[in-house]
């Protein structure tokens, strides 16, 4: 089929490049050129593993292209509208500025096509009622909307895309519209149903909801478990064994229960209040005043982690020289949008330390972008003359750092495991102190 994506973020880049993965023929639309020419050559414009591959292999055969003209998007039957909905300056809702200016630029291109009805579907993440109000303007064209929430984790996205645990269709009210689109995305995703992945037919509302309900649960579970940990630092406790000891439970699960400094990213935080926002719209705002309790709990982290270094530092952090293992808000990835642990560098920093930051992808990105930032190589330099190391995003080269070699290059070994994601035995008995979160 002929597809275009809309978007070509760390969702739609991904997105476009599995779509041709799966056979389709796809046309990527951004308003950004340097990432259309990235793309075009078939290079990543952020890391993702397994990503690059993907978009090499279909730019090569003619199967993917990128452009900054919507004009190139004429002739596909479906358009995937994948762009993002950061939270508005100065306020908690989405910002759905791009999302309306995707819509605004395709409503020209829509309408009859020779293979079948033409199809527009939502993949952003927006406030529920959206989608309604789009179907208003798309209907007039003879297009049909689809909202197709999207589940993808960075850092596994090649995968979640290809293999999704779900796909959830929300569609028109029309009986006729709604079996005419379903018709038309399955056949688009005819690969993956028939490896007998779940599809959940829905009304737009449902599918909007969806996509911000699993959010905001898996930040629940997350600021649950933080919780926990505090309780744990009052008490003696470990967190760690209390997650594993839970999370047996298989009503519970033992995943999302990791304590630590807690979630970032461009989507947790900002779908959390984006949702809160619309709740109070609605004048249901009550129904998730907990999610206030949730965003408090994870930025609690965040001040827990400086407290702690300050008070070991001996009250202040001026003439001191703090190591930052992490940047991204997540291993495996360079995405630094409302990352724990550059805001936690920041704070730092800006309570007068020397602040060294490594990490093996944002690294260099985050020199680009901020020229004054003291980036190092990788964990040794960062951590030369250092009065405390941070471990703030686990990735895997620094969960093998070997704590004897280290220790030769700090001025005191002390380390503070902000993810719990070293041994506290190993690094103690390599003349360490290990400090980690909610164990002793
Ligand atoms: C999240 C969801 O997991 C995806 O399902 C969703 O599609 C995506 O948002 C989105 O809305 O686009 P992502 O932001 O890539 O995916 O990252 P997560 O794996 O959810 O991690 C979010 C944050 O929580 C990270 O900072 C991570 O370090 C933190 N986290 C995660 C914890 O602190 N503890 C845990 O146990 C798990």
């Known amino acids: 089929m002929r597809i275009s994506v809309i978007g070509c973020g760390y969702l739609g880049a991904v997105h476009a490049a599995c779509m041709a993965e799966l056979g389709h023929d796809v046309v990527g639309i951004d308003v950004d050129p340097a990432k259309v020419a990235l793309l075009s050559q078939g290079r990543a414009p952020f890391h993702e593993p397994g990503f690059e591959e993907v978009l090499r292999r279909n730019v090569e055969a003619g199967q993917l292209r990128f452009s900054t003209d919507f004009a190139d998007l004429a002739g596909a039957q479906v358009h995937f509208v994948g762009v993002g909905t950061p939270q508005v300056q100065g306020g908690y809702a989405a910002d759905l500025t791009y999302v309306r200016d995707a ?86 995703y005819a690969r993956l149903l028939e490896q007998d992945i779940p599809r959940l037919v829905t009304d737009y509302a449902t599918a909007e909801l969806v996509k911000v309900a699993a959010n905001s649960f898996l930040a629940t579970k997350i600021s649950f478990i933080n919780a926990m940990a505090e309780l744990c630092e009052a008490t003696g406790a470990d967190v760690t064994q209390l997650a594993e000891a839970i999370g047996y439970d298989d009503r519970i699960g033992r995943k999302f229960l990791r304590a630590g400094i807690g979630f970032g990213g461009g989507c947790l935080p900002k779908d959390i209040r984006a949702f809160m926002a619309r709740a109070g719209e609605l004048g249901v705002d009550q129904a998730l005043t907990f999610l206030r309790e949730v965003d408090s709990i994870n930025d609690r982290r965040r001040d827990h982690i400086v407290n702690l270094a300050r008070e070991g530092l001996g009250g202040t952090f001026e003439n001191k020289t703090v190591a930052v293992l992490g940047a991204a808000f997540k291993p495996d990835s360079d995405d630094m949008r409302n990352s724990p642990a550059l805001d936690i560098a920041a704070r730092i920093a800006g309570e007068g330390a020397t602040v060294v930051i490594t990490d093996p992808a944002a690294g260099p990105r985050l020199q680009a972008e901020r020229p004054s930032a003291n980036v190092a190589p990788d964990a040794h330099a960062a951590a030369a003359g250092a009065d405390v190391v941070l471990l703030l995003t686990e990735w895997q080269q620094f969960k093998n750092l070997d704590p004897a070699t280290l220790k030769d290059v700090v001025t005191t070994p002390w380390i503070i495991d902000g993810r719990n994601a070293l041994d506290p035995a190993t690094w103690r008995a390599a003349g360490w102190t290990y400090t980690g979160i909610g164990r002793p």
């Open 103 to 188: 819509f605004r630029s395709l409503l020209p291109f829509l309408g009859e096509h020779p293979d079948g009805p033409m199809l527009v579907v939502g993949k952003s993440t927006v406030p529920v009622g959206t989608a309604a109000s789009l179907a208003a303007q798309v209907r007039p064209t003879g297009a049909h909307l689809v909202w197709n929430p999207e589940f993808l984790r960075e850092g596994f996205a090649v995968q979640d895309t290809i293999t999704p645990d779900r796909i959830v269709y929300g569609l028109p009210a029309d009986p006729a519209a709604a079996d005419a689109a379903r018709e038309v995305l399955d056949t688009v």
